[in-house]
């Protein structure tokens, strides 16, 4: 008996992207969560989410703190989506709409800022691997803070940090 070992002429199928599902509702998380997945979407759209990213920072922090907390935000952006174990995933920018991805970055940043390592390490090992993700979870807490700031910033002046979100 001989085995003959072909490939299949069956078109394979696409996988499904990981990360991109929806979860929940963007509308259903708490201020710091919401804000966080807010500033991913808006920095990953490009140069000019970037600029106003910068530009709502200087207007909070100054221009010097702003600087720095910019760059926080950038090394850890960096860190998710050039280091991950595999692309991350958004949803667009206005999009109402939580991604599993989203989410779990959102949980990673807001443990980071409570203070539990632990829970903020779980979340952040599912994106990323051990080395990179210490080094996320110390930046995380930083960024955290800082959004914490802008929202306390934007309740008490009325203004708008995170827009309306719509369906895409």
């Not at 070992?5 to 929940?24: D, I």
């Not at 667009?92 to 959102?106: I, V, Y």
């Not at 949980?107 to 080094?135: H, N, S």
Request: overall charge negative.
């Amino acid at each position: 008996m001989s085995y003959s070992w072909f490939k299949s002429s069956k078109v394979a199928e696409a996988k499904p992207v990981r990360g991109g599902a929806a979860v929940g509702m963007l509308a259903d998380m708490p201020p710091l969560e919401r804000g966080v997945v807010y500033l991913l979407r808006q920095w990953c759209d490009g140069e000019a989410g970037r600029i106003a990213v910068a530009e709502d920072f200087t207007a909070i922090f100054g221009a010097e703190q702003a600087a720095h907390e910019v760059n926080n935000l950038a090394h850890l952006l960096v860190l998710m989506v050039q280091m991950g174990r595999r692309p991350l995933m958004r949803h667009h920018t206005q999009c109402a709409c939580l991604g599993g991805d989203e989410s779990a970055f959102a949980q990673m940043v807001a443990a980071a800022t409570a203070g539990d390592r632990e829970d903020a390490m779980a979340f952040a090992l599912t994106m990323l691997p051990p080395d990179i993700a210490y080094e996320a979870v110390q930046i995380a807490a930083y960024v955290g803070r800082a959004t914490l700031d802008i929202l306390r910033h934007t309740s008490a002046t009325g203004s708008h940090f995170v827009t309306n979100a719509t369906r895409h």
